[in-house]
């Protein structure tokens, strides 16, 4: 499955925004790829008035998986209530696939206080894999992404808003869940400051297939049959003692 990062700076306006994720998804469109990933909250950033126009950002964003025959993975500000939601949405051509709202909120940016958190983690069959979402903060906590792999993931999509402060974190914690693993992991981030960790494909042995380090497109192809054959070859999740911690999940992951 060819699949596109796109590292991606937020304009003044979701509108703006939008034109320049669309034509860097055009490009990719335009290089074969079938699946692409735009960064955490990328049309607005955490300007909590900008949540307005994310239904006419999805919509926009619809229209082009339809037309273009991509699946478009991107993260976005919702209202929700009285505060917000911090959510990842899978756009394919035939409609919405799945829906993620953030499970950890980072303190650091007051999410805590400003929006609700998710309730359950998601995964989605997506080209030959089984592919578990999260968001930017979710990659500090290794038990979610254990959980999607018992469950069979082999994929992990983490859009984020990464600081460019913490981008020796970013990369040791992308990798490190993409090992222990044994599944690809793509984490696209936002381009500009604050933020500006790069945006990293990683292979299932923990290999940086990727990466961008400013405003632009990476695509890379992943190989369904590669992490089956590593969890074969070389067996990991197996040998986990649940007779001393259990299942990770109450219940199976929503698909």
């Given amino acids: 499955m060819k699949t596109a990062l796109v590292h991606l700076a ?28 735009l960064p955490e909250l990328f049309s607005s950033g955490y300007r909590y008035p900008d949540a307005a126009q994310t239904p006419e950002v999805l919509a926009r964003l619809q229209d ?19 505060r917000h939601a911090n959510r990842l949405r899978v756009l394919a051509p035939e409609g919405e696939r799945a829906v993620y709202t953030k499970l950890h909120l980072i303190p650091a940016f007051d999410e805590p206080r400003t929006m609700v958190p998710g309730e359950r983690p998601v ?24 959980g999607y792999a018992v469950q069979g993931a082999d994929l992990f999509l983490v859009p984020s808003a990464w600081p460019a402060e913490r981008a020796a ?40 297939l990727g990466r961008l380090e400013a405003e632009g497109l990476l695509v890379v192809e992943l190989d369904p049959a590669l992490p089956k054959r590593l969890r074969q070859q070389f067996p990991v999740l197996s040998e986990r003692r649940r007779d001393l911690y259990g299942d990770l999940f109450a219940q199976p992951v929503s698909k």
């Avoid at 082009?64 to 919702?78: H, I, K, N, P, Q």
């Fill in 169 to 208: 974190a970013w990369e040791l914690l992308a990798r490190a869940r993409a090992a222990e693993n044994q599944a690809y992991l793509l984490a696209v981030n936002h381009a500009e400051p604050p933020f500006g960790a790069p945006s990293l494909a990683v292979g299932p042995l923990g290999e940086v």
């Fill in 123 to 146: 995964a989605l069959e997506l080209g030959g894999f089984t592919a578990g979402l999260s968001i930017c903060f979710d990659l500090r906590f290794p038990e979610l992404y254990r």
């Fill in 10 to 37: 937020t304009r003044e306006t979701p509108e703006a925004t939008l034109e320049a994720a669309l034509g860097w998804l055009e490009q990719a469109h335009a290089q074969g790829a079938e699946l692409a990933l």
């Fill in 64 to 82: 082009f998986a339809r037309d273009s025959g991509m699946t478009v993975a991107c993260g976005v500000l919702e209202a929700a209530g009285e």
